[in-house]
């Protein structure tokens, strides 16, 4: 909207208002000097100068309300321009967002007229602002936290699928040198490749224009590989070790709350708090693999028969993401804290290897054990192409800590950095389908060497 053209009819109405008092001053005055004494005439002039001054402020305080009003409408503008420019587009010439919320816009207060001057045209109303959007811009989902929330009232279903797959070479070495180079002892070579694909079924809510609550019940497969040979033991022949398992995942719950109003150049908080269950079959519940002998001379592997679907630990995640436009990009990162639960009494099944006589698998106590907590951060930025399409990339990253087992670090338990360069895109069919493909690459060792995630948000 132009401002020009809004102050041109109202600085029209003041001097049309300030002509007709002006010219009704004159006649009256003119009229009243005919038969009255000097004093009543003077007295009439004061009058008429009073009412005149105070129709006069009442235009001025009328003229500063249209200047407030204009200026409101020319924020909203600049908002509802920024907020199309994020991937959100037009749908038939109609800004895709909620339904437009009625401004109240000032209304001028009554003049009080002197003998029925004659008055300016009318003015006419300002209109409506446009809803300014008090969500975050939207961009192509790389991070499992979304930046954008759920509008008020309004139910996103979210199919996802997600595949992963994850090498590595260990070398064990147990014995000792006699000289350099020459190792008297037990050579083993492990090679364990994992492939995991998972299933998540997320719901989300929109409680308000800045506040939302997710659930995610995820489902789980996965399978590993893993390839060794151990010299020194009469054979040069590599075993291979498969197990597998499939099942319910953690299923998890979030509540995320946007702290600031945000806007052009100006960033968006968005703190959320996620709980994570252990309903999934837990390290603990699986049968694992005899850990030094077996049968006859094999020697156990001591891993799980199978593949657990769970962490085996609840666990709550407070976070912090923010968001900040900045035309024709929008940058954007979080950091967060996960605390595993520490659970008492644990204790694992393990394959004894004894004849077929004697009980085949034996409990065996752990203890108390709590998992290492996690703390994470990742950034990155989002650019769209145009009204449907938009890119991200990002870089992921997480310090897990040390696993303790009744008070003490487990043994072989270390400090992991986990580390993913992530790309994704996101394309919007409609108001209701958008689709969103990220792909995860690990920088680090332990981490998964690759993750393909594409998800479906549909909203209801």
């Known amino acids: 909207m132009n401002m020009r053209t809004r102050r041109a009819p109202t600085m029209s109405v003041v001097f049309a208002s300030c002509l007709s008092l002006a010219v009704a ?30 129709q006069l402020d009442h235009l001025r305080d009328d003229i500063a309300a249209q200047e407030q009003s204009v200026a409101g409408l020319q924020r909203a503008i600049n908002d509802e321009r920024l907020r199309l420019t994020r991937g959100r587009g037009l749908q038939d010439g109609t800004p895709s967002s909620q ?16 003998d029925q001057p004659p008055q300016g045209p009318p003015e006419q109303p300002v209109g409506r602002a446009p809803e300014q959007d008090l969500r975050p811009p939207e ?16 139910f996103v279903l979210e199919p996802t699928l997600q595949y992963g797959y994850s090498s590595s070479n260990r070398v064990a070495l147990v014995g000792y040198t006699i000289i350099p180079a020459i190792l008297i002892g037990l050579i083993d070579v492990r090679q364990v490749k994992t492939t995991t694909g998972t299933a998540v079924l997320t719901g989300r809510l929109g409680l308000s224009n800045r506040m939302e609550l997710e659930a995610k019940v995820p489902y789980v497969h ?3 590989d893993t390839v060794s040979r151990e010299i020194f033991t009469g054979t040069a022949v590599d075993k291979a070790f498969h197990s597998s398992g499939h099942g319910l995942g953690d299923i998890e719950a979030t509540l995320r709350y946007q702290l600031n109003q945000g806007g052009p150049d100006k960033p968006f908080y968005v703190g959320w708090l996620r709980y994570k269950s252990r309903t999934g079959k837990d390290p603990f519940e699986v049968v694992t693999d005899c850990v030094t002998r077996c049968v006859a001379n094999a020697t156990g592997t001591g891993l799980p028969l199978e593949l657990p679907t769970g962490s085996g630990f609840t666990a709550i995640q407070p976070g912090l993401t923010w968001l900040y436009p900045s035309d024709p990009v929008v940058f954007f990162g979080s950091v967060s804290y996960l605390h595993n639960f520490e659970r008492h009494d644990v204790s694992r099944t393990v394959l004894t290897g004894a004849p077929p006589e004697f009980p085949q698998t034996a409990t065996e106590p752990i203890g108390d054990v709590e998992a290492g907590d996690i703390w994470g951060f990742n950034f990155g930025m989002g650019l769209a192409l145009n009204e449907k399409a938009s890119i991200s990339i990002g870089y992921d990253s997480a310090i897990i800590g040390r696993t303790k087992q009744n008070g003490e670090d487990a043994p072989g338990a270390v400090r992991i950095t986990l580390g993913t360069l992530l790309l994704g895109a996101s394309y919007r069919f409609s108001e209701r389908h958008t689709l969103n493909v990220a792909l995860g690459v690990g920088v680090t060792e332990d981490t998964p060497d690759v993750v393909l995630t594409a998800r479906v948000p549909i909203t209801l």
């Not at 003119?30 to 038969?35: M, R």
């Not at 930046?147 to 309004?154: D, E, H, W």
């Open 25 to 54: 001053g004159q006649a009256n005055a003119q009229q009243a000097g005919e038969g009255a004494s000097p004093d009543s005439r003077l007295d009439e002039l004061q009058r008429q100068l009073d009412l005149q001054t105070t």
């Open 99 to 114: 339904p437009p919320v009625q401004q109240p816009v000032p209304v001028p207060r009554p003049v009080a007229q002197v």
């Open 139 to 154: 961009i192509a989902q790389i991070f499992d936290q979304p930046g954008v929330l759920t509008p008020p009232g309004k």
């Open 222 to 224: 996965a399978s590993s």
